[in-house]
């Protein structure tokens, strides 16, 4: 009966907000408020329970690699799309696709967490899964220190009840994976994902970047992770899952999508996997193949803005996303500068982070041999300070968007271009580029 | 043959003490010592490495608790060596961690007492208060001085020390005294990264200033402020906390 008077209330109040024009959380914040159990019980109903993904960088990529693969087995995914993380835009997004009895129409439920909001989350609800990424050094301004940020993703794994997977490639998250191991009481099962020894200096950690070096010190072999990321190329990958290689082409961009990917398939082994919780008719096979899942994980398109490609004056354009020191230097690796017009869009807003001391991390010099065309944002001028210190040239300098944009589009009328930027230079510069050609509504 | 004067900067402790692009300032200084007509060798140390013989100018970064833990050992081995050269006039630039181990004592949030080398008149406790956003500083010396301040550690002065500068907008050491930074002698501890040394060149031809001075007896400097650093500062100055 609660259920069936929260799922009405909540569907009320969005259409009572829809003709108002109003918000999507706020049918999310009266429920809530009504019936702060809603949430828990909604999803704590489904047949395979709640994943979730929590880490600094990648979390909405993962997502949905984690979701299309779950689909492509046949399974109903619940999520949250567009990076709308927070408890109630997960609580108004289950009002919405909820029936009036307050079931909802889903297998499993795969949730995107940001760690600062985790927290709130996962009081009220236990995830039966989660995927811990990584601890990266962006938004530090935000949430303090890594370690502080550590600890926050130590309390989702101390939340989690079956399975926990973590990057053995982090320090930070790898230990979290051995105090779960260690836990006294029911510790959930932990596995890992990894890298070969061969790729370990692709992916510097953020502790080698203390050391303003990149050279990684030689160990000796490891055994494999739950999936290993053992070859890397151009939208190919070789992973390698219970000792047999699986080479795979993909969609996604960047080396650290490639990794992450690593990280789905090992979530998605463990979620299919596992049984139907009790209670529940196991009317889904649960057989699946590794071949399977590679399969699908070949078909997932990346995510908006992160190495999304669009069509410009007949050429492509890449939008590759930047938010911290280890991004800016994988995206800078991940993509050939040779012939293609270079445009990087710094802007310093709340949810960029404010601090720009990052940027002094990021090696430039590979951009050195043929310059950058265009600098802009509201930090246009620390970037070109930044170039200017690795002897790359800037063409122009506009901390406007709108006109940095059509200055770089001019000079670059026949050659392929590329934009890094950070998140709401991104934003910015989609709706400027969906007016000049198509740009693929957000995901 | 004439061969380019050189300069040696000993940086402290990368490895652990490069949290917040500490990193650009190496780089900056380097840059600008190759701009006012010197050579640079940039030495790193890191605990257990010998601080080399010849140093000019001392730079430092900062980090977290934990990496602090570890160079606060190491350092407290050569405190003898380091305040030697402090004493004798070496130029030193410390930024946020060790500003704080220059000085006196770091007591952290949870009450462990770190000892600090005391070069800087100046204590640090952890506060419950973070103090983040673009900071400008006014100072007699150097002018405005530009920054990014991310710290928690709250630091007072004591009379053996001055202040870098007034704050006028931010926080600086702590929220009560509207000061930031600490001088003693040719030794500047701060709590501005973001880098500093880039958006300041007045800073780097301080320690560039003192350091040929006491090598090579005297300091022209030939390298005016760019444009680029100009504008930088500009655009920093009106971004808001």
């Known amino acids: 009966m609660r259920d069936f008077f929260s799922a009405v209330t909540g569907k009320t109040v969005r259409q009572v907000a829809r003709l108002r024009g109003g918000g999507s959380a706020l049918p999310g914040l009266v429920v809530e408020r009504l019936d702060p159990g809603f949430l828990a019980r909604v999803l704590q109903r489904l047949p395979y329970g709640v994943v979730a993904v929590s880490g600094t960088n990648g979390k909405t990529t993962t997502t949905k690699m984690i979701v299309e693969m779950l689909e492509a087995r046949g399974l109903r995914v619940f999520t949250n799309r567009t990076g709308s993380n927070f408890s109630r835009g997960v609580i108004a997004a289950a009002v919405q696709e909820c029936s009036i009895t307050g079931k909802l129409d889903a297998d499993v439920a795969v949730l995107e967490l940001d760690e600062a909001h985790a927290m709130y989350f996962i009081e009220r609800v236990k995830p039966r899964f989660t995927l811990l990424l990584n601890v990266l050094r962006d938004q530090l301004d935000r949430f303090g220190e890594i370690d502080t940020t550590a600890k926050l993703l130590q309390r989702i794994a101390d939340a989690t009840t079956e399975g926990l997977v973590v990057n053995r490639e982090d320090r930070l998250i790898a230990e979290i994976g051995e105090r779960t191991r260690a836990r006294t009481v029911s510790p959930p099962s932990v596995r890992e994902f990894g890298l070969s020894n061969a790729l370990l200096s692709t992916f510097p950690s953020d502790d080698d970047f203390h050391a303003g070096a990149t050279e990684v010190a030689d160990s000796e072999e490891r055994p494999d992770a739950d999936v290993t990321l053992i070859e890397l190329g151009d939208h190919e990958a070789v992973f390698r899952i219970d000792g047999q290689d699986f080479r795979t082409e993909l969609k996604l961009e960047g080396l650290y999508n490639t990794f992450n990917a690593a990280a789905a398939l090992s979530t998605v082994r463990m979620v299919t996997q596992a049984p139907v919780l009790p209670g529940h008719p196991s009317k889904y096979s649960t057989e699946t193949t590794n071949e399977d899942l590679v399969q699908a994980l070949a078909q997932v398109r990346p995510a908006f803005g992160r190495g999304e490609q669009l069509i410009l004056d007949g050429l492509p354009l890449d939008l590759v996303l930047v938010k911290n020191p280890a991004g800016f230097r994988l995206g800078l690796a991940s993509f050939d500068p040779t012939g293609v017009a270079v445009m990087i869009a710094i802007n310093d807003q709340y949810a960029d982070g404010r601090d720009m001391s990052w940027l002094w991390d990021v090696d430039f010099t590979s951009l050195a041999a043929q310059g950058v065309s265009t600098v802009s944002g509201t930090r246009a001028w620390d970037m070109a300070l930044r170039l200017e210190h690795d002897d790359v040239e800037v063409g122009a300098v506009h901390e406007n968007l709108s006109e940095a944009l059509r200055a770089f589009r001019e000079t670059s009328l026949n050659q392929p271009r590329r934009i890094y930027c950070t998140y709401t230079a991104m934003l910015a510069l989609r709706k400027e580029l969906a007016e000049l050609t198509e740009v693929e509504n957000v995901w | ?241």
């Open chain 2, 1 to 241: 043959m004439s061969e380019t004067p050189e300069l040696l900067i000993a940086s402290l402790y990368p490895r652990d003490m490069n949290i917040y692009g500490d990193r650009g300032n190496v780089l900056s200084l380097a840059r600008r010592v190759r701009a006012q007509g010197f050579a640079p060798r940039v030495v790193d140390v890191n605990p257990g490495d010998p601080l080399p013989d010849e140093i000019d100018i001392v730079i430092g970064g900062g980090g977290q608790d934990s990496g602090q833990n570890r160079v606060a050992k190491d350092l407290a081995q050569r405190a003898d060596s380091i305040r030697a050269l402090a004493a004798d006039g070496t130029p030193m630039l410390m930024v946020c961690g060790l500003y704080q181990l220059f000085g006196h004592r770091f007591v952290t949030h949870t009450g462990d007492e770190l000892v600090g080398i005391g070069v800087l008149d100046v204590e640090t406790r952890g506060g419950a208060e973070r103090m983040i956003g673009n900071i400008v500083l006014d100072s007699e010396e150097f002018g405005e001085i530009i920054g990014y301040e991310n710290h928690s550690g709250d630091t007072t002065l004591g009379s053996g020390s001055r202040p870098l500068g007034k704050v006028k907008q931010g926080a600086g050491n702590n929220p009560r005294d509207g000061v930031e930074g600490a001088r003693s002698g040719n030794v500047i501890g701060t709590y501005l990264h973001g880098s500093l040394l880039p958006k300041n060149p007045a800073l780097s031809d301080f320690l560039i200033g003192e350091a040929a001075t006491r090598r090579y007896g005297s300091f022209t400097p030939i390298a005016g402020a760019n444009e680029t650093v100009l504008l930088a500062r500009e655009s920093a100055k009106r971004r808001p906390r």
